[in-house]
């Protein structure tokens, strides 16, 4: 069900008021923070800086063809309504964070109980104005506030001195260990595997396509459940250029990674993209530790502004994450793989009132709900595919975060 909820909602759903409140602090000691924020909460990480939020003071969702649109239309809608201070570097805006799941009728493809309770509260579309949003970027470290309705400004206010107070005072403690994997099992299995890309490549030697990109996935029992803040710090460790998320809905469960793949970046007219591809052993490109990746940075100037959104719907799926030509290859996705994508290999990130703002596909991440987490990579099948190099190759991709849960 489409809709925009806020705190102080009339019957149009859209609020009568939005404010927004923000002031520089000393410092942002992100792992504490996140571990008081109230659910959903929310973490993002790039070159440009760190963002953690929690809270909701709006929140859209959509599902369907037209969500990207939906989205778009929503949100503006909302920041319509927007108070804020102005001017405020790019960091300390509000911003909408979430995404998309991989295919627009997410939910409704009847898979096992397991992956449809690992994936509640992750609809085909989610995005959240956050109530606190603190943030550490190049012009030092910011703490933004935002609240809906009649008395907006005043709720912002409040809470933008109650926070204020709380990071002058918060300790900062030491990261918990590790969970640990109990047992793993693989989707497909190995032999499974070796059929479904044989099946792959007959497709593509008889011309009805050039690429696919089947998933697997791995799920895992771990010995407690996952310290998410202490991960996605373990990861900003491991790999500082690529994109770490965070996303913890208020139904509980968490989806994090810790991407090499940027989908879009809008900033007014600029935009950058880039083609990745390639994952081998350590050495050579853009070095992730343990996987390699060939990258191709794109940049344009756009005619005239356009949403971040509408550019997130023409590159969704890439040719890394679905195939060529893109129908057949969502095609043959679907009547091959036996477990829900989810939010895997889709988009994720934030944008702001302007338009602007950044997504990357999520790749190389989890999904986990109490010690039950789940794994996915995937595997670009052409022509000339070898099932097992295939089969090696995710393990590889497995790496930057099955390495930090055990």
Same mark, same amino acid.
């Given at each position: 069900?489409?809709?925009?909820?806020?705190?102080?909602?009339?019957?149009?759903?859209?609020?009568?008021?939005?404010?927004?409140?923000?002031?520089?602090?000393?410092?942002?000691?992100?792992?504490?923070?996140?571990?008081?924020?109230?659910?959903?909460?929310?973490?993002?990480?790039?070159?440009?800086?760190?963002?953690?939020?929690?809270?909701?003071?709006?929140?859209?969702?959509?599902?369907?063809?037209?969500?990207?649109?939906?989205?778009?239309?929503?949100?503006?809608?909302?920041?319509?309504?927007?108070?804020?201070?102005?001017?405020?570097?790019?960091?300390?805006?509000?911003?909408?964070?979430?995404?998309?799941?991989?295919?627009?009728?997410?939910?409704?493809?009847?898979?096992?109980?397991?992956?449809?309770?690992?994936?509640?509260?992750?609809?085909?579309?989610?995005?959240?104005?956050?109530?606190?949003?603190?943030?550490?970027?190049?012009?030092?470290?910011?703490?933004?506030?935002?609240?809906?309705?009649?008395?907006?400004?005043?709720?912002?206010?409040?809470?933008?001195?109650?926070?204020?107070?709380?990071?002058?005072?918060?300790?900062?403690?030491?990261?918990?260990?590790?969970?640990?994997?109990?047992?793993?099992?693989?989707?497909?299995?190995?032999?499974?595997?070796?059929?479904?890309?044989?099946?792959? !490549?007959?497709?593509?030697?008889?011309?009805?396509?050039?690429?696919?990109?089947?998933?697997?996935?791995?799920?895992?029992?771990?010995?407690?459940?996952?310290?998410?803040?202490?991960?996605?710090?373990?990861?900003?460790? !491991?790999?500082?250029?690529?994109?770490?998320?965070?996303?913890?809905?208020?139904?509980?469960?968490?989806?994090?990674?810790?991407?090499?793949?940027?989908?879009?970046?809008?900033?007014?007219?600029?935009?950058?993209?880039?083609?990745?591809?390639?994952?081998?052993?350590?050495?050579?490109?853009?070095?992730?530790?343990?996987?390699?990746?060939?990258?191709?940075?794109?940049?344009?100037?756009?005619?005239?502004?356009?949403?971040?959104?509408?550019?997130?719907?023409?590159?969704?799926?890439?040719?890394? =994450?679905?195939?060529?030509?893109?129908?057949?290859?969502?095609?043959?996705?679907?009547?091959?793989?036996?477990?829900?994508?989810?939010?895997?290999?889709?988009?994720?990130?934030?944008?702001?009132?302007?338009?602007?703002?950044?997504?990357?596909?999520?790749?190389?991440?989890?999904?986990?709900?109490?010690?039950?987490?789940?794994?996915?990579?995937?595997?670009? !099948? =052409?022509?000339?595919?070898?099932?097992?190099?295939?089969?090696?190759?995710?393990?590889?991709?497995?790496?930057?975060?099955?390495?930090?849960?055990?």
């Amino acid at each position: 069900m489409d809709s925009t909820r806020s705190e102080g909602r009339p019957a149009s759903g859209v609020p009568d008021r939005v404010a927004a409140r923000a002031c520089r602090v000393d410092a942002v000691p992100v792992r504490t923070v996140v571990d008081l924020f109230e659910r959903p909460r929310l973490g993002w990480a790039d070159a440009d800086g760190t963002t953690v939020a929690g809270g909701t003071a709006a929140v859209i969702t959509a599902s369907g063809a037209d969500r990207f649109e939906a989205v778009s239309r929503r949100a503006q809608a909302v920041f319509g309504k927007l108070d804020a201070p102005d001017p405020l570097p790019d960091g300390a805006r509000p911003r909408f964070y979430g995404g998309f799941a991989f295919t627009d009728d997410h939910g409704a493809s009847g898979f096992d109980s397991d992956a449809v309770r690992l994936w509640r509260g992750f609809p085909a579309t989610k995005f959240v104005l956050p109530a606190v949003q603190a943030s550490i970027t190049g012009d030092g470290a910011w703490l933004t506030t935002a609240a809906t309705g009649p008395d907006a400004g005043a709720r912002a206010a409040a809470r933008l001195d109650q926070w204020q107070g709380r990071l002058e005072t918060l300790p900062t403690f030491a990261r918990s260990s590790p969970p640990g994997v109990r047992s793993r099992e693989y989707d497909p299995p190995r032999p499974t595997w070796r059929r479904q890309v044989a099946a792959a !490549i007959d497709r593509i030697r008889e011309g009805q396509l050039r690429k696919v990109v089947l998933a697997q996935s791995l799920s895992i029992e771990l010995g407690k459940p996952v310290a998410v803040a202490d991960v996605l710090a373990r990861l900003g460790d !491991i790999y500082p250029s690529c994109y770490r998320f965070l996303f913890e809905p208020a139904t509980g469960g968490s989806f994090f990674g810790a991407t090499p793949e940027q989908l879009v970046t809008v900033r007014g007219t600029a935009v950058e993209t880039e083609a990745l591809a390639g994952s081998i052993g350590r050495q050579g490109v853009r070095q992730l530790a343990n996987v390699q990746h060939l990258r191709t940075p794109i940049r344009a100037t756009l005619p005239h502004e356009e949403h971040v959104l509408s550019l997130v719907e023409a590159l969704h799926p890439t040719p890394a =994450v679905g195939g060529l030509p893109p129908e057949r290859a969502l095609e043959t996705i679907r009547e091959t793989e036996a477990f829900e994508r989810g939010w895997y290999a889709a988009p994720v990130g934030w944008f702001d009132a302007d338009g602007n703002g950044t997504f990357a596909v999520a790749i190389r991440s989890a999904v986990t709900r109490g010690t039950q987490a789940r794994l996915f990579a995937g595997a670009g !099948i =052409v022509r000339d595919s070898d099932p097992d190099v295939e089969w090696d190759e995710l393990q590889l991709k497995y790496r930057p975060v099955l390495d930090e849960l055990q």
